[in-house]
């Protein structure tokens, strides 16, 4: 597609379920960001897949959060058992490869709400 | 610990007026630097962003940023903002050794008509 897409853009969940975020990206690149928006806290990496290479899930908070990216192409993340805390709005972003930084393109993001 | 900072978090400026957004880095060695904005309820843009070169780096809709190493600063500039500047900007700090934007945590401007 012409951009990257995310879904559902606004997802209201009830504290203890779980929910996965869906990322679609732009067609042939290789590299796939996720980031994690919060009042005040800028955007926090979560995790990075570049190719067929392990990803780097240095940034996820917890164990609850887990991402997975099939066939190269859309990636899903999934956070087990939600807290309140984990409100927030998940971005995910693309690029032609890991070291060109200059290509990112973001998503519109999807608004967790945990109630 | 390794950070971007971003030390004003909320800036209030009336139309024509200067504007300056502070940014500091802490990482050391070969970085590249980038200021993103989100104008309210978009997605996130590149302004304007540093590889290597002028350090004075010119971006889109009259922005533009210094990098001055010395300081391990990037702060971004505008001579005269408009009330359609009004958005949240981003600095951010990629470092090829993690292959990732380490972003800062923003600076919410609203531009008063």
């Known amino acids: 597609g012409a951009g990257v897409s995310q879904s559902p853009s606004n997802k209201v969940t009830e504290k203890g379920k779980d929910v996965e975020l869906r990322c679609d990206p732009i067609s042939g690149h290789t590299a796939l960001y996720w980031y994690r928006q919060s009042l005040g806290q800028g955007l926090e990496f979560l995790i990075y897949?570049?190719?067929?290479?392990?990803?780097?899930k240095s940034g996820l908070p917890s164990d609850r959060f887990s991402a997975e990216r099939t066939g190269g192409s859309v990636s899903t993340l999934t956070i087990q058992r939600t807290q309140q805390e984990d409100s927030a709005v998940y971005l995910c972003?693309?690029?032609?490869?890991?070291?060109?930084?200059?290509?990112?393109?973001f998503g519109s993001g999807t608004r967790l709400t945990v109630v | 610990a390794q950070s971007v900072s971003q030390h004003n978090h909320h800036v209030i400026l009336s139309e024509a007026a200067s504007l300056e957004l502070g940014c500091n880095y802490s990482?050391?060695?070969?970085?590249?630097l980038f200021w993103y904005v989100q104008y309210p309820g978009q997605h996130l843009q590149l302004l304007l962003k540093y590889f290597s070169g002028d350090p004075l780096v010119k971006g889109i809709k009259g922005f533009e940023a210094e990098f001055i190493k010395s300081k391990f600063s990037f702060n971004l500039r505008k001579p005269s903002v408009q009330w359609s500047d009004t958005a949240e900007y981003f600095c951010a700090v990629f470092r090829g050794a993690t292959n990732k934007l380490i972003f800062g945590t923003g600076t919410l401007l609203a531009v008063q008509p």
């Open positions: 897949f570049q190719g067929n290479s392990a990803p780097d």
């Open positions: 972003a693309s690029s032609l490869g890991g070291g060109q930084p200059y290509g990112y393109t």
């Open positions: 990482y050391g060695g070969t970085v590249n």
